[in-house]
T-cell receptor, first 111, second 113 residues
Framework: SQQGEEDPQALSIQEGENATMNCSYK?????LQWYRQNSGRGLVHLIL?????REKHSGRLRVTLDTSKKSSSLLITASRAADTASYFC???????????FGKGITLSVRP | NAGVMQNPRHLVRRRGQEARLRCSPM?????VYWYRQLPEEGLKFMVY????????ESGMPKERFSAEFPKEGPSILRIQQVVRGDSAAYFC???????????FGQGTRLTVV
């Protein structure tokens, strides 16, 4: 069954605007990780947030985690055309740290 | 510090042939994970290995697929007698331990013709 489910499935914004993407999951987790994937390329690790953390920042990225609601959000501020990509959340929920991915969010940033 | 290295980047095999995919983890990482991505889908876990040991292969198909991570050299994902349904992108990730960041390679895109 799907652990991480992102929404919206697709998001189109204007350059300079903020982009907010959400992820919900079903079971208790050790951590949640966000990745970016450009078309036909590998996954780039963006940020890891542990279950005892509520918010983390990295450059223009801000990630929150609400374990009571089993949800996370990724905020990209002042978006750029180069942010156009698919974004995935992945949850680490077991002893082996295998990740369970959602289907991803397609973000398009219009110049 | 090189990232996770996968090769080949693209692999074309005829039905019935064998496919061998290689993954060298990041320096200092001893945990290796293989994932498969079908078009327009997220990644699905296949197998988790540490040096010379398969720790969790719950995501591996029961037949034709095997993985190893020898004491020396890269991790290998082997698919015997490939079928069209094996066409996908196969990604390897490595980490320094559990509950830490997992870094991915560029993937191997397997096409079975």
């Amino acid at each position: 069954s799907q652990q991480g489910e992102e929404d919206p499935q697709a998001l189109s914004i204007q350059e300079g605007e903020n982009a907010t993407m959400n992820c919900s999951y079903k079971t208790s987790i050790n951590n949640l990780q966000w990745y970016r994937q450009n078309s036909g390329r590998g996954l780039v690790h963006l940020i890891l947030i542990r279950s005892n953390e509520r918010e983390k920042h990295s450059g223009r990225l801000r990630v929150t985690l609400d374990t009571s609601k089993k949800s996370s959000s990724l905020l990209i501020t002042a978006s750029r055309a180069a942010d156009t990509a698919s974004y995935f959340c992945a949850t680490d929920a077991g002893a082996n740290s295998k990740l369970t991915f959602g289907k991803g969010i397609t973000l398009s940033v219009r110049p | 510090n090189a990232g996770v290295m996968q090769n080949p980047r693209h692999l074309v095999r005829r039905r019935g042939q064998e496919a061998r995919l290689r993954c060298s983890p990041m320096k200092g990482h001893s945990h290796v994970y293989w994932y498969r991505q079908l078009p327009e889908e997220g990644l699905k876990f296949m197998v988790y290995l540490q040096k010379e040991n398969i720790i969790d292969e719950s995501g591996m198909p029961k037949e034709r697929f095997s993985a190893e991570f020898p004491k020396e050299g890269p991790s290998i994902l082997r698919i015997q007698q490939v079928v069209r349904g094996d066409s996908a992108a196969y990604f390897c990730a490595s980490s320094a331990g559990v509950n830490t960041e997992a870094f991915f390679g560029q993937g191997t895109r397997l096409t079975v013709v």
